[in-house]
């Protein structure tokens, strides 16, 4: 079991940057992949960014070379951040910190369903 908790979210305009944070209450050598997702109104909630345990990274495509999924390892906790530039109208939603512990396909890291913890939420908008 793992409690997230994300933040920095926020309102900037287009073209400005923002950095989400999620900690989790565990560390990260019990947890198999942390991800961002996100949801706009009317949306399904869309993968953005995940981290696996061994470091692969993988990213949505409309987000590539401007969001950066950083993992800040420690004894206790780990937390994952968003790094978010050049942000687009299009970017603008709700977006939640995932996390799973047992082992999923490269074609299932963007699932939601895969992903049984999630953080609460932070609001993301863009103008």
């Known amino acids: 079991h793992v409690q997230l908790v994300e933040s920095g979210g926020g309102s900037v305009q287009a073209g400005g940057s923002l950095r989400l944070s999620c900690q989790a209450s565990?560390?990260?050598?019990?947890?198999?992949?942390m991800a961002w997702f996100r949801q706009a109104p009317e949306n399904e909630r869309e993968g953005v960014a995940a981290?696996?345990?061994?470091?692969?990274?993988?990213?949505l495509d409309s987000v590539k070379g401007r969001f950066t999924i950083l993992q800040d390892k420690d004894k206790v906790k780990d937390t994952v951040y968003l790094q978010m530039n050049n942000l687009r109208p299009e970017d603008t939603g709700m977006y939640y910190c995932?996390?799973?512990?047992?082992?999923?396909?490269?074609?299932?890291?963007?699932?939601?369903?895969?992903?049984?913890?999630w953080g609460q939420g932070t609001q993301v908008t863009v103008s």
């Open positions: 995932a996390a799973v512990f047992k082992f999923l396909t490269r074609s299932t890291l963007f699932e939601a369903s895969a992903y049984p913890y």
């Open positions: 565990t560390s990260s050598d019990e947890i198999y992949a």
């Open positions: 981290i696996e345990g061994d470091g692969t990274i993988t990213y």
